[in-house]
Every structure is written in C-alpha cells, then in structure tokens.
C-alpha cells in the first residue's frame, strides 16, 4: 500500500472576528513562546555530546519540526481567511455567525451558531458551515424544518430560534 492519500475536500475560508484572534494568539504563543523554549533546550541537550543516542534532542528536534509546521500552515490560513464581521441584512434567516436554536422530533432543544471550519472546536455549540448540519440549516429561516443527511442516519430538526448577538436563544 503505498503513501498516497487523495486531496482534503476544501475548506470554507470564513471566520469569524473571535475565531481569528484566537488563531493570532495561538502563532503568537507558538513563534514567541513555546518555539524559543524548545530551542533552548534543544541547545543543552546538543551540549551534552553524542546527538545520536540523546533522546532530549531528538525529541527536541521533533517538537520544532511540529512548531514550524503549525506556524507555517497559521500564517498561510490566517492569509487567506475571510474575517466576517457585518451582521446579513436579512437576519431572519440563517447564514454565516448566526446562533440558532433547534427542536428535535423528541422535543430537545439544541443551540448551536455557524462558524468556519477553523473554529468549530472552541466551543460544543459551535458547528463548522461545511458540517452536514451547518449545510442543512444555511439560508433557512424560522419555523422551517431542515432534514439532516449525516452518515449516522437522517435527523429531522425544527427551527425555533435565530439571532446574530451571543445570547442565548
């Protein structure tokens, strides 16, 4: 089996305002902080003599080849994200930053807000707009019912709530 993977389906390049500081302060963190510690200790481990059976510089120099490449990919992203920060003039609908609050068929509710994909995992409320939620619910409007095609099963949801203010619904 040879190495070859197929390409990654692209990605949304939209963020929210919030979402791109928090990958500013993660280079920042990474290129100001965590990057001059790690080659510091990697200095002292090279003192110590044979590099080859040091397992401190080699691990080491594993960590700064994992920082140069998170730094690398952060500064690429952060150039060409999109940062949205206008509210829609139709904000009865849903779209891009929009909280929304959901019922299911067994009468939970759910609340959730539209964000990119770099930035669903910063918080459990957070769907990517590339998620088969997010897709389903883009440019739906309250009171509609949204069928969710996902690959563990069909769910249905009612739309009961939309805001673009982080309240909660």
């Known amino acids: 089996m040879g190495r070859y993977r197929p390409p990654s389906p692209p990605r949304s390049n939209y963020i929210t305002p919030e979402g791109a500081e928090t990958l500013r302060t993660e280079l920042d963190f990474l290129w100001r902080t965590k990057r001059p510690a790690v080659t510091r200790s ?5 003192a110590q003599g044979d590099r080859s059976e040091n397992a401190e510089y080699i691990y080491g120099k594993k960590q700064l080849s994992e920082i140069d490449r998170r ?16 509210v829609p003039n139709n904000t ?23 964000v990119g994909p770099d930035e669903f995992d910063q918080s459990e409320e957070y769907i990517s707009m590339d998620s088969p939620l ?11 019912e949204v069928l969710v095609v996902a690959p563990g ?13 982080p309240t909660k619904l």
């Open 42 to 46: 990697v200095a002292e481990a090279a």
């Open 71 to 86: 730094v690398r990919y952060l500064r690429k992203r952060l150039d060409s994200l999109n940062i949205i920060d206008q």
């Open 153 to 165: 099963g069909d769910t249905r949801y009612s739309i009961v709530g939309v805001s673009y203010r």
């Open 92 to 114: 009865t609908k849903i779209f891009f930053g929009a909280w929304f609050q959901v019922k299911t068929k067994d009468g939970d509710y759910q609340t959730f807000r539209i």
């Open 134 to 144: 997010g897709k389903a619910v883009m440019g739906k409007s309250l009171h509609e």
